[in-house]
């Protein structure tokens, strides 16, 4: 069972960073992709930022050149760092893992989704 616990989200005013984590857990990482989403409140989740099976990122383009994604494998923790946030930054950020047979693409709905930590930037 794979288990998926955020932690790092808060409140940041604007211009500020975060960096969120990922511990993950009942898996084995060299499987899957993995990626953060972000629900604003009224919206729907939207993809923030992955990492495939062979280490390449991409990025959703409103957070590019901002937002880094990382992961510890030896920790088995994800990470995402954000900095020069803004306000449309604001949401339920999720860690999220999906098992692929693709090295460097990561299709379809993840299937694992963590319980979401809160960020708020404020003007």
């Known amino acids: 069972q794979v288990q998926l616990v955020e932690s790092g989200g808060g409140s940041v005013q604007a211009g500020g960073s975060l960096r969120l984590s990922c511990a993950a857990s009942?898996?084995?990482?060299?499987?899957?992709?993995m990626g953060w989403f972000r629900q604003a409140p009224g919206k729907e989740r939207e993809r923030v930022a992955r990492?495939?099976?062979?280490?390449?990122?991409s990025y959703a383009d409103s957070v590019k050149g901002r937002f880094t994604i990382s992961q510890d494998n030896a920790k088995n923790t994800l990470y995402l760092q954000m900095n020069s946030l803004k306000p449309e930054n604001t949401g339920m950020y999720y860690c999220?893992?999906?098992?692929?047979?693709?090295?460097?693409?990561?299709?379809?709905?993840?299937?694992?989704w963590g319980q979401g930590t809160k960020v708020t930037v404020s003007s």
């Open positions: 999220a893992a999906k098992e692929s047979p693709y090295y460097s693409a990561c299709p379809g709905v993840p299937g694992y």
């Open positions: 009942g898996y084995t990482q060299s499987r899957y992709c």
């Open positions: 990492i495939a099976r062979d280490g390449g990122t």
